[in-house]
């Protein structure tokens, strides 16, 4: 079970903390994930703590958030620094263990949350 917390709104420049508690799965293992979608969008990958403990963050995202991870606390944490307006989306946290071809898509990951929202206003 992962349990999303920490959205809200904002404005332009503006800072967030995105927090996901995970329970049930052996946490330390899986890849962890943050994604993001807006209605009438696919949903986007935006940054991935991998399993080998590679991190991965998308352009649109890279140089301003940062995730992080808490084996002990079974947490993971995305920050999120200098909002614009194209970051208002739901966002989810995702645990899975998927092979290379689906680490960076959603079809990779089983264990969702259940979103937060993030609303940044010019």
């Known amino acids: 079970q992962l349990m999303a917390s920490g959205g809200g709104s904002v404005q332009t420049g503006g800072s967030l903390r995105l927090s996901c508690s995970v329970s049930g799965v052996t946490f330390g293992r899986y890849c962890l994930g943050w994604f993001r979608q807006t209605p009438g969008k696919e949903r986007e990958w935006i940054s991935i703590?991998?399993?080998?403990?590679?991190?991965y963050y998308s352009d649109s995202v890279k140089g301003r958030f940062t995730i992080s991870r808490d084996n002990p606390k079974n947490t993971v944490t995305l920050e999120m620094n200098d909002l614009k307006p194209e970051d208002t989306a739901m966002y989810y946290c995702a645990a899975g263990s998927p092979g290379p071809e689906y680490k960076l898509h959603e079809w990779g990951y089983n264990n969702w949350g259940q979103g937060t929202q993030v609303t940044v206003s010019s």
């Open positions: 703590y991998g399993g080998d403990d590679g991190i």
